[in-house]
T-cell receptor, first 115, second 115 residues
Framework: AQKITQTQPGMFVQEKEAVTLDCTYD???????LFWYKQPSSGEMIFLIY??????QNATEGRYSLNFQKARKSANLVISASQLGDSAMYFC????????????FGTGTSLTVIP | GAGVSQSPSNKVTEKGKDVELRCDPI?????LYWYRQSLGQGLEFLIY????????KSGLPSDRFSAERTGGSVSTLTIQRTQQEDSAVYLC?????????????FGEGSRLTVL
């Protein structure tokens, strides 16, 4: 079974609108972390936001927020007020303690912001 | 340097030749990961080093691939008898577990082209 599932290969959003990128995960480990990375066309991997499995509140970092629904095992990324520079690939990832802190990545979502 | 350093940034080689890719992680980071990313695809896990523990080699695609990490710092990924399907960007990442989110810090990658 896939550890991380991203079901949206491509998404489009109008500039200044909000967009949600979906991510579901699969683990039986009670201790895990969820991460989102951005990869622009330049290829660099940029860390955006982190949510720990024991965190009670949803993580937020500027225009990024993580909609953490533990019972549903989902960790959707919400980008508010989209900007042209947000056009990139977005990867969801999970780190499990039980697997020695191995990181698992989803297949990514390509986001295009339309002016 | 402040970040993860990878070399070479670009490597073009002929089928059948051996190549070595180097990764210099952030100083003090105990965890080091290698991933492979083919054009337009997600990240494929290759190998993971954590401190003095035996590396997790479960992602290496064949016995032509090997990696070592000397002195708990610099890592070298070696591909023997390269094949055209080895063409990809090889990404190295390091992490300091136990502090903050423990997110991965990525290098800029080594782009390998096998002719």
């Amino acid at each position: 079974a896939q550890k991380i599932t991203q079901t949206q290969p491509g998404m489009f959003v109008q500039e200044k609108e909000a967009v949600t990128l979906d991510c579901t995960y699969d683990t039986s480990d009670p201790s895990y972390g969820l991460f989102w990375y951005k990869q622009p066309s330049s290829g660099e991997m940029i860390f955006l936001i982190y949510q720990g499995s024991y965190d009670q509140q949803n993580a937020t970092e500027g225009r990024y927020s993580l909609n953490f629904q533990k019972a549903r095992k989902s960790a959707n990324l919400v980008i508010s007020a989209s900007q042209l520079g947000d056009s990139a690939m977005y990867f969801c990832a999970m780190r499990e303690r039980n697997t020695g802190n191995q990181f698992y990545f989803g297949t990514g979502t390509s986001l295009t912001v339309i002016p | 340097g402040a970040g993860v350093s990878q070399s070479p940034s670009n490597k073009v080689t002929e089928k059948g030749k051996d190549v070595e890719l180097r990764c210099d992680p952030i100083s003090g980071h105990t965890a080091l990961y290698w991933y492979r990313q083919s054009l337009g695809q997600g990240l494929e896990f290759l190998i993971y080093f954590q401190g003095n523990s035996a590396p997790d080699k479960s992602g290496l695609p064949s016995d032509r691939f090997s990696a070592e990490r000397t002195g708990g710092s610099v890592s070298t990924l070696t591909i023997q008898r390269t094949q055209q399907e080895d063409s990809a960007v090889y990404l190295c990442a390091s992490s300091l577990l136990g502090q903050g989110a423990g997110e991965l810090f990525f290098g800029e990658g080594s782009r390998l082209t096998v002719l």
